[in-house]
């Protein structure tokens, strides 16, 4: 037994009338349930079920255990905190499971707790978005526990545990008893074939409308995931991507073909361009080879030339040595009276350099000369100096000993004693005075301040009360007045509005009960009846930042609690769409906007909140016929005619029928009236006015009284002031006499030790002085030595030039002579130099070919290294040619190829581009075609195994489809759509609920939410006995059914989900009919809730409850 807590929500599991098992009890916050444990039994049930069957649950063999749970089966619910829970314990049975109980007592949250506690996403609920949302309101967490039915070769059952975190909205999970993660949670789902996510196993509430509204395609796979083996699943996924590969490459291919074909046309477009740039091509080659073979030309030709000059240079050289060896006797003359002269031009030279270094000497000299007359001066300068300086000090030395004297004598002359206690009580008593006068001087100006900010307060005051009187003879002004009143924060934020409209970008509006107003006074109440109070009171931007810009002041500086919209959309967008004869034909006399002026973009905005475009005003009432004609249409939502106002509400999920109507009375409006002016009011004012003035008459007589006593105050401080500068300058003298009497000693220690400073410092001047005469001596010494030297270089210098003169008249002598022995010899001379020019020439000719051909040689080089092929080729065209020769041939060419005409200058490069291109494509589509080839075999293979399953799977399923609406004298069936695209594979429902229609399709338009219902309970009761997940949730599917349809489903359900070996069922009511079929394999899950709820669970037990009402039943 499980323990039991006090709470105020029970549930209860009931197998049969004849139960006198105890049911466990959990708790909840409001309405307490009564639980059952799973393994209570009836004193008359059949002994436990212990069995193997097959084609069951999971797809796969399944062992069920004694109490008949298969694998994965939920033996135990409980939760801590969790939605309206404060703590509850669920113990279903192992087939059926049917929760009962009142709307909103928390069947729904028996499913929350399954889905969330199993490790699913709130999405596939329907609801919440966030799991923190399912947290028991004023609660920090929630816990939810889940225990699992153990497969056979699990040791014990699985326990799963996770709590949810409501601030940190996250989940911490347990799996028995150990910490864990939620993939390990739902790889464990997986192993289970638990799929909350599929809507065929496991249908919330709040999900009931998307299965008649899934696809057929999402049918069919929702359908495999809920009654088919795994494998079938995996072939559909295959066929489906081979599918898409096929599509793939079969869209590539076609594509590639048709470009192939698209090229393969162009290629035959371009053939004569192509030959004619291949023409070119060749006469372009022929040209290169041509100009390769230039160099080669150009290397044979600068060889030939190199060895020719040689040639000549050599034969040259041999004439020259003839005639030097013919003409040696007469030369010789010349030769020796040549070197005579050579070596007299070497005399000069060098005595020249002589001269030279004299010169420089004698410039050293003179340079020391300069030196000297400037350390002369420089030297007396100092003396002067020296002097000045030892004069000033012999002066400075008299005045330190008259001041030694003057102190001597101020020594002996004692001044008046100094009591420096007695003058600084006398200033202190002064200050303190001072202070004092001080402080109430402050303490009058704090009271000036105090006036005048009350002053200005008043002033204020008064002008406000002034405008607000003056207010009172407008309708604004009213209007402000009345906002001021009930809404201060508006009126607040209003008039920093006004003060502030220039820092937005485009204007910003106030409330619409100030800016608006009604054209037509008779239909104020209807508009306003239309708006809410924050519809009068909004401000309005025009744009986003303007928006942030306002919120900000309104919200964050001024701490406003007002109400701020944007509009970013014209008001020509909300214009009326129907005309005026249209709304008079339907008994309304005009849209509310019609009626309403201000600015366009606050009707905008109020378009754009309240729908005033679509909503109609009218003084009388309209007739019924129009009001029918009015909802059925789709124009106008709300309209206010006489004193009520109408608003229309359309479901279009349920159909064109779907329409709900609210109304209520028309109450007299608070703006955009005529009120007239309150006298009482009026007076009310002034009688403040003249309160306000009252005292502002009164504050501004104290502030004359306090300027008086200021007044008072600074003529005190001044005779203050003036006896305390008297008492600080007495002090001050008495206080320096006495100071310098003191420091006489002192002054006088100093005085001596300058005097013997300065007496010492007068000697050092003296001795300088003695020191800067030796140094002038010195001086004139080094001049004088200097002098000296000059003058001894200047008789070098005449010598030097002496000699130098002699020697220079002997090299004009040898020169004359050589010259006329050349004159002698003049013709044999210039034979020589002939010869030896012709060597020369000859020689730099043979130099400059032997260049040429070098760098030919390097270009036949790389030439060759580049393709050592065309070696013959460009051999043979140079051969016994020379480089005009080539150069001719390639102009020629040249010429030839300018001759040929061609449209398209790159025809031949996309003519081999393109070749390349089709060879390319043509590959690709033969490897396209093998991979097609391939693919169809491996579908078709695929295929041959999928479809004949499938085929078997759906006819099972459409037969227990059709026999379960034969049961109700409908008729149902379930079709395969077979498509070539593997994705567009799907499920048709198809349903037929009267005898005169013929099968229609399962649809949300289609059918009523009844018939939806029935279909989809019939559906999923279908795939019962095939069904792959352990359990099976239906939450509240009745809905909208009939009570016979409900009392025949019910049948139906329970013989399916009763039957042996088949998955467990939940299904979640919140109502139920008497008399309906029970089986011992079902269990009922009661809720009971209310006010009356004993605290202790223990005390509401429906089985005992059965129990008493037997034995009396009996007894009577």
Not at 20 to 48: F, H, I, M, T, W
Not at 84 to 99: I, R, S
Request: glycine fraction near 4%; charge should be neutral.
């Amino acid at each position: 037994m499980s323990s039991r807590l006090p709470g105020r929500r029970r549930r209860r599991g009931l197998e049969d009338d004849d139960s006198d098992a105890r049911s466990d009890a959990s708790e909840g916050p409001k309405r307490p349930r009564l639980g059952r444990r799973a393994n209570d039994s009836d004193d008359d049930q059949k002994p436990p079920r212990n069995g193997v069957h097959t084609n069951g649950v999971n797809g796969t063999t399944s062992r069920l255990d004694q109490d008949g749970f298969s694998p994965g089966a939920i033996r135990r619910v409980k939760v801590e905190n969790f939605v309206t829970y404060e703590m509850a314990e669920f113990f279903p049975g192992p087939n059926l499971n049917m929760v009962i109980g009142p709307n909103g007592t928390g069947k729904s949250s028996l499913v929350c707790a399954i889905c969330l506690g199993l490790g699913f996403s709130p999405k596939h609920l329907g609801r919440a978005g966030n799991v923190k949302e399912f947290v028991k309101h004023g609660k920090s967490s929630a816990v939810i526990e889940i225990e699992l039915q153990r497969r056979p070769e699990d040791r014990s059952h699985h326990v799963i545990r996770v709590q949810i975190d409501r601030e940190r909205n996250s989940q911490k999970w347990w799996l028995n008893g150990k910490d864990t993660t939620h993939k390990t949670i739902q790889v464990l789902m997986r192993d289970l074939k638990i799929q909350v996510d599929n809507l065929c196993q496991f249908l919330p509430q709040d999900r009931v409308v998307e299965f008649a509204s899934a696809t057929p395609v999402d049918l069919l796979h929702e359908t495999l995931r809920a009654a088919a083996p795994q494998e079938m699943l995996d072939w559909q996924k295959s066929l489906q991507d081979l599918h898409k590969d096929q599509k793939e490459l079969q869209r590539g291919s076609d594509s590639a073909g048709d470009h192939l074909k698209q090229l393969e046309e162009r290629q035959s477009d371009m053939q004569q361009d192509v030959d004619r740039l291949r023409e070119i091509e060749e006469a372009q080659q022929y040209i290169a080879d041509l100009t390769d073979a230039r160099a080669v030309a150009d290397y044979l030709e600068s060889k030939a030339l190199y060895k020719e000059k040689k040639k000549l240079e050599r034969l040259a050289q041999k004439n020259l040595q003839k005639l030097e060896q013919e003409a040696a006797p007469s030369l010789q003359a010349v030769n020796q009276k040549q070197e005579y002269h050579e070596k007299v031009v070497t005399v000069v030279r060098k005595r020249k350099d002589v001269l030279r270094r004299t010169e420089a000497a004698a410039d050293a000299a003179l340079n020391r000369i300069e030196d000297a007359d400037e350390q002369i001066k420089t030297v007396e300068a100092n003396m002067e100096t020296n002097r000045k300086g030892f004069e000033a000090k012999k002066q400075e030395l008299g005045k330190i000993r008259s001041k030694i004297g003057a102190l001597e004598n101020q020594k002996k002359n004692k001044p008046p004693e100094f009591n420096p206690q007695e003058h600084n009580t006398q200033i202190r008593e002064k200050e303190h005075q001072l202070r004092e006068l001080e402080a109430e001087q402050r303490q009058a100006e704090g009271k000036i301040r105090e006036i005048k900010e009350q002053g200005h307060a008043k002033i204020q005051a008064k002008n406000t009360l002034i405008r607000e009187l003056e207010g009172l003879d407008s309708q604004q002004g009213q209007v402000i007045n009345f906002i001021q009143k009930k809404w201060p924060d508006v009126a607040k934020g209003y008039l920093w509005l006004q003060e502030n409209a220039n820092m937005f970008e485009k204007e910003v509006f106030g409330p619409p009960a100030l800016c608006c107003s009604v054209k037509d006074d008779r239909y104020s109440d209807q508009i306003q009846a239309l708006l809410h109070n924050d519809d009068f009171l909004c401000f309005t931007a025009q744009t986003r930042d303007d928006h942030k810009k306002l919120s900000h002041h309104l919200y964050k500086e001024l701490s406003l609690s007002v109400n701020v919209r944007s509009i970013l959309r014209p008001l020509d967008d909300f214009r009326p769409r129907m005309s005026r004869d249209e709304l008079n034909a339907l008994g309304i006399d005009a849209f509310a906007l019609d009626m309403l002026a201000g600015p366009e973009p606050v009707l905008a905005m109020l378009c754009n909140e309240k729908k005033l475009n679509a909503a109609g005003i009218a003084l009388n009432d309209v007739s019924d016929a129009q009001y029918e004609r009015i909802a059925q249409g789709e124009v106008i939502n709300s309209w206010a005619t006489g004193r009520q106002l109408y608003r229309v509400s359309r479901r279009k999920d349920l159909g064109p029928g779907a329409v709900s109507t609210m109304t209520r009375g028309i109450q007299q409006g608070m703006f955009w009236t005529d009120q007239p002016v309150d006298e009482a009011e009026k007076n009310e004012i002034r009688r403040k006015i003249s309160e306000v003035e009252a005292e502002w008459d009164i504050l501004k007589a104290k502030n004359t009284e306090v300027r008086e006593q200021m007044a008072g105050f600074t003529n005190s401080k001044k005779e203050i002031n003036d006896d305390l500068k008297t008492l600080r300058e007495r002090k001050n003298e008495l206080q320096k006499a006495h100071n310098a009497y003191q420091a006489i000693p002192v002054k006088l220690d100093t005085e001596k030790r300058a005097l013997d400073q300065k007496r010492s410092e007068v000697e050092e001047a003296r001795a300088a002085n003695a020191q800067l005469s030796f140094d002038l001596d010195n001086a004139h010494v080094d001049k004088a030595k200097a002098t000296l030297q000059h003058h001894a270089a200047i008789v070098a210098i005449r010598t030097a030039q002496d000699v130098l003169l002699e020697a220079q008249i002997r090299e004009i002598e040898a020169r004359s002579d050589v010259q006329g022995l050349k004159a002698r010899n003049t013709e044999l001379v210039q034979m020589l130099e002939e010869e030896k020019h012709n060597i020369a020439s000859f020689s730099e000719e043979s130099q400059r070919a032997r260049r040429r051909a070098e760098e030919a040689q390097s270009k036949v080089i790389e030439i060759f290294a580049r393709d050592e092929t065309r070696k013959d080729l460009l051999e043979s065209l140079a051969k016994d040619r020379t480089v005009e020769d080539i150069d001719n041939d390639i102009v020629a060419k040249q010429g030839s190829i300018e001759l040929i005409q061609v449209a398209n200058p790159g025809a031949l490069r996309e003519f081999e581009k393109r070749a390349r291109e089709i060879e390319k494509l043509r590959s690709k589509m033969e490897s396209s075609t093998a991979k097609l080839d391939h693919l169809n075999r491996q579908i078709t293979k695929i295929r041959e195994k999928w479809e004949p399953k499938l085929d078997e799977l759906v006819g099972k399923i459409s037969d227990a489809f059709s026999y379960n609406f034969e049961q109700i004298n409908c008729a149902g069936e379930i079709r395969i759509h077979k498509d070539e695209d593997f994705d567009q594979w799907a499920l048709d429902i198809m349903v037929k609920f009267r005898e005169n229609e013929t099968l229609q399709q399962l649809n949300q338009h289609r059918q009523s939410g009844g018939e939806r219902a029935v279909s989809t309970i019939f559906y999923l009761m279908a795939l019962q006995s095939m069904a792959q997940s352990p359990f099976r949730v239906v939450d509240e599917i009745n809905q909208g059914m009939d009570p016979r349809n409900e009392r025949m489903v019910h049948e139906r359900m329970v013989e399916i989900a009763c039957r042996e070996h088949t998955s467990q069922y939940f299904l979640i009511t919140p109502k139920l009919l008497t008399g309906l079929r029970y089986d011992p394999r079902m269990r009922v899950l009661c809720i009971a809730s209310g006010t009356h709820m004993p605290k202790d669970g223990k005390k509401l037990d429906f089985a005992r409850c059965l129990k008493i009402h037997k034995r009396i039943a009996a007894g009577g």
